[in-house]
């Protein structure tokens, strides 16, 4: 199958790894996004693992439309009864960047058209259209004249894992907590520290990780079960494989937060990802924090200033960069922010930066590190 695996920007290599530890082939890296090639193992396996995906799809054609005129009588001509009944159920995800069609929505309506009269002509029924749960999600790109239509493998976002809490206030996206843990170089087994957590996506990625739990482990329904070629032994191999081979690393995972309505949605996520036990979470303020390992990392998500006062924010990064320097020695800490000016205000020279996006904001992850002594005895050290 020649496939595609949609991820965010920033974290395109990450998710290429990914797909060569499940022996996919022809991985080519794109923007937010990489093509690859795999059998029915491959996909399953991409699936039920991987971290970094957003979306898996599975290519069907691609022509040329000048006109939406040109976009009906195409979609027309592909078989998709090969692919549904006649009573069964689609739906259509759009995305256009082209001159040639005024929305997304009128694109998808006209190639909506193009399926059910292609069945009312071949079948005299025609599918329904089912947004909550189709037997097809249809994936619909046309970039200039050129139309890529593919099948939906995911179904339900893979970075919606199921864990967070309804009720949950401005969370980072699963995928993106998972991939900046992934750019900082943290890996189970170190130390990890969430003194902001807010929602608790950091920590729950975190112990996910550390659990060696699949990280769709508890996900039951993928949109692939509905096609035609589904391979039910081949998925309950790749299950089995996967629930078999488990194995935890004990890392030390901490979250706090000085808002009670803060730690009560971390422990719900948490509880909703089945790894309570394996993170220790109190109602704490950073700025009177201590650290509890003798190393290890630190990573925030504070206030970008978007509806905060200006000011606050920047004394906000500049208290974050006195306590790290002066309680938490020996430890690297990660910041994710949209703010240029308040990250320069932590104090700190950064040893990395990674160019990230936080939903539309453009983001920077920045490391820092928090060297006993100055950097001159650092240097000397690792030196000799």
């Known amino acids: 199958m020649n496939l595609y695996l949609k991820t965010l920007a920033g974290l395109e290599d990450l998710a290429?790894?990914?797909?060569?530890?499940?022996?996919?082939?022809?991985?080519?890296?794109g923007r937010r996004g990489i093509s690859f090639q795999g059998d029915a193992k491959v996909l399953y396996t991409v699936c039920m693992h991987s971290r970094?995906?957003?979306?898996?799809?599975?290519?069907?054609?691609?022509?040329?439309?000048?006109?939406?005129?040109?976009?009906?009588r195409q979609g027309a001509r592909f078989a998709w009864e090969n692919m549904l009944e006649p009573d069964g159920s689609f739906v259509i995800d759009a995305t256009v960047h082209s001159d040639g069609f005024s929305h997304s929505h009128f694109a998808a309506l006209k190639l909506k058209d193009a399926i059910v009269d292609r069945f009312r002509g071949k079948t005299g029924k025609r599918p329904s259209i089912d947004k909550v749960r189709p037997d097809l999600r249809?994936?619909?790109?046309?970039?200039?004249?050129?139309?890529?239509?593919?099948?939906?493998?995911?179904?339900?976002?893979l970075s919606r894992r199921g864990y967070r809490p309804r009720t949950a206030k401005a969370p980072l996206n699963e995928v993106l907590a998972a991939g900046l843990l992934a750019l900082s170089g943290w890996r189970?087994?170190?130390?990890?520290?969430?003194?902001?957590?807010?929602?608790?996506t950091f920590s729950t990625e975190a112990a996910l990780w550390a659990s060696g739990l699949p990280v769709q482990a508890g996900r039951r329904h993928f949109a692939f079960m509905e096609w035609s070629?589904?391979?039910?032994?081949?998925?309950?191999?790749?299950?089995?494989e996967a629930m078999a081979s488990i194995t935890p690393v004990e890392t030390p995972i901490f979250a706090s937060d000085q808002h009670p309505g803060a730690v009560r949605q971390t422990m719900e996520s948490l509880e909703g990802a089945d790894v309570e036990s394996l993170v220790q979470v109190k109602q704490a303020d950073f700025f009177k924090l201590e650290p509890r390992t003798e190393g290890g990392m630190l990573v925030f998500n504070p206030p970008y200033g978007e509806r905060m006062d200006p000011g606050d924010v920047v004394g906000l990064y500049e208290r974050i960069g006195d306590r790290l320097k002066f309680h938490w020695s020996g430890?690297?800490?990660?910041?994710?922010?949209?703010?240029?000016?308040?990250?320069?205000?932590?104090?700190?020279?950064?040893?990395?930066?990674?160019?990230?996006?936080?939903?539309?904001?453009?983001?920077?992850?920045v490391g820092f590190s928090m060297y006993k002594g100055s950097k001159a005895d650092q240097f000397k050290s690792k030196k000799a």
């Open 16 to 29: 290429a790894e990914e797909l060569k530890a499940a022996g996919a082939t022809h991985i080519e890296v």
């Open 52 to 72: 970094f995906a957003v979306r898996v799809l599975r290519y069907l054609t691609s022509f040329e439309a000048k006109t939406p005129d040109d976009l009906y």
């Open 138 to 157: 249809l994936n619909l790109h046309i970039s200039g004249e050129k139309v890529t239509i593919s099948v939906d493998a995911s179904g339900e976002q």
């Open 188 to 200: 189970p087994g170190t130390p990890l520290y969430d003194p902001m957590c807010g929602s608790g």
């Open 229 to 240: 070629d589904f391979e039910p032994d081949t998925w309950r191999a790749v299950r089995t």
């Open 331 to 365: 430890f690297d800490a990660w910041v994710i922010s949209s703010n240029d000016e308040a990250l320069k205000r932590v104090g700190l020279r950064p040893h990395k930066r990674h160019p990230v996006f936080n939903g539309a904001l453009e983001c920077r992850w």
